[in-house]
């Protein structure tokens, strides 16, 4: 079984700052590219790069035509937040 810190370990390197700050936006509210830019201060071309990997790695999920964050991808913010 795979330990999940050491996972969210790996994700954050994964991701990076960019990746980590589109999913923050996104647990704010952001559901779009565009309120994710003013949100997040990420250009629009790296959130469209970084948006498929958040989903693939089941961070976030696409409903509709809006971007929502999972429980996996709470669980990896808080991770990442109580280690600040």
């Given at each position: 079984?795979?330990?999940?810190?050491?996972?969210?370990?790996?994700?954050?390197?994964?991701?990076?700052?960019?990746?980590?700050?589109?999913?923050?936006?996104?647990?704010?509210?952001?559901?779009?590219?565009?309120?994710?830019?003013?949100?997040?201060?990420?250009?629009l071309a790296c959130?469209?790069?970084?948006?498929?990997?958040?989903?693939?790695?089941?961070?976030?999920?696409?409903?509709?035509?809006?971007?929502?964050?999972?429980?996996?991808?709470?669980?990896?913010?808080?991770?990442?937040?109580?280690?600040?």
């Amino acid at each position: 079984m795979v330990d999940e810190n050491n996972s969210f370990d790996h994700l954050k390197y994964l991701l990076g700052n960019m990746g980590i700050d589109i999913l923050l936006a996104i647990e704010k509210g952001a559901s779009n590219f565009e309120t994710i830019e003013i949100i997040s201060g990420v250009p629009l071309a790296c959130i469209k790069g970084r948006i498929p990997v958040l989903i693939d790695f089941k961070l976030v999920k696409k409903e509709s035509s809006s971007y929502i964050i999972t429980q996996y991808g709470t669980n990896f913010i808080k991770s990442i937040e109580k280690k600040s």
